[in-house]
């Protein structure tokens, strides 16, 4: 994907120069004399205003709404620190509002300030609080195409905004669960190599993460040993005893590829710094993989594009533009001795992680069907009343596999968007 790289800093000239919402370039300090005063008489006290103060983020998450009281002539600055969690930077244009009570910092995203509803026409440090303002404090993007001047359309805001709300909303999805959703946990955790504030280390309850440091790894199958390990890296967890145990059991990288953990055996080997005794017959496995439109080939490229970037991806990606459908990624598969063909949410996320590590675009015609994109038709298999993917409508017993495999398709998406190159199985 060949997509211009918009720095914070421009960005952050371009919601100065066209919104004026936040900081004004051109904002004017005007002097006021004093006026004399008589000394004969006492100080006054100061006069007693009272204002409503409101937060959004860009979620559509209500983190503040309150009626609140201050003093005549205190700026809204001023004001934001006595009552929330703020986070500003000085800057030539007056006080740019970053994050309050942690709403989300996103470099497509700003805190608009509107003033009775109406944006306002200098940075926060230069509104004055008069009595019963209305202020609203929405988290906003600047980089639209709708504005004239972005590159965002309302796809893009949606992945944004689902991304952010299933981020916030984790614990309580998985309250009762005691398995993690590693690729959605992985691909969460990429967010901190990039500048988004994400924070892996706040996704799951503590009951989760004990259940994690008591496992008995000898349980385990190989993949799910991998998983495992996996999982507490990203959560940040001590992978002492885990990376000794695969250590001690001969870390093997053919075993696992003929079962097409390829990209898992290797997140292990890299991550861990374990050295496997046949990596060079693995390396030599992946040149020489032969990838088709499936889910094992989709599971390898990761593998693929980090160990050999000369690799000619332009037949898996033909083949991936010619099994698309209106559901999706569709391609047919042997388990338990029956052929069938498969085409859900999961498939669909395996191929928008392929495809979004090698860098294609998926907004291009080659991967539309009636006109809408791969990330288009993952959306088909989100409810709107849970706020979740699911392969087959309701169908809560293949939650695990959809649910995360679209967040981690949906994240790799927009690295790659906001980032020009991604590969979110590299941590």
Known sequence: MKIKKVFLGIAFSGICLATLSACNPNRITTTVEAMPVDTTTTTTQAKAVSYSLKVVDLDGEVLLDKNLNTTENTNLVKALENETKLVSSNTEFGTYLVSINDSIVDQNYFLSIYVNGTPASTGADGIIINDNDQIEIKNE????????????????????????????????????????????????????????????????????????????????TLSDTFKTAISLYALGSDVTAIKQYITNSSF?????????????????????????????DYVNKINNINLAANETSCMCVPAIKLLNDE?????????????????????????????????????????????????????????????????????????????????????????????????????????????????????
């Not at 332009?314 to 029956?338: C, D, P, R, W």
């Not at 294609?360 to 539309?368: H, P, R």
Request: hydrophobic residues 35%; contains cysteine.
């Open 141 to 220: 993007c600047w980089n639209t195409i709708e504005s004239g001047y972005g590159t965002l359309d309302n796809t893009d805001l949606l992945v944004d905004k689902t991304i952010y709300k299933t981020y916030k909303e984790f614990k309580e999805i998985y309250k009762e669960a005691s398995y993690i959703p590693y690729d959605a946990l992985f691909a969460y955790s990429n967010f901190k190599n990039v500048g988004y504030s994400i924070d892996t280390k706040n996704l799951f309850t503590d009951t989760i993460k004990n259940n994690y440091k008591n496992i008995d790894y000898s349980t385990l």
């Open 252 to 280: 093997d990288l053919s075993a696992p590829f003929t079962e097409t953990y390829a990209a898992y055996t290797y997140d292990v080997m890299k991550l861990f710094n374990i050295q496997a005794s046949n990596y060079n």
């Open 311 to 427: 690799y000619d991806f332009s037949e898996f990606v033909n083949a991936i533009k010619g099994s698309l459908t209106e559901n999706g990624f569709s391609y047919s598969m042997s388990y338990g001795g029956v052929d069938y063909v498969t085409c859900n949410a999961s498939s669909t996320a395996q191929a928008i992680i392929a495809l979004t590590t090698i860098g294609e675009d998926l907004k291009e015609d080659g991967f539309k069907v009636n006109n809408k994109n791969l990330i288009e038709i993952l959306f088909n298999y989100y409810d709107e009343e849970t706020k979740l993917f699911y392969d087959y409508e309701n169908d809560s017993n293949n939650l695990i596999y959809a649910e995360p495999q679209a967040l981690a398709a949906l994240i790799s998406y927009k690295i790659l968007r906001d980032n020009g190159e991604v590969n979110i199985y590299r941590g």
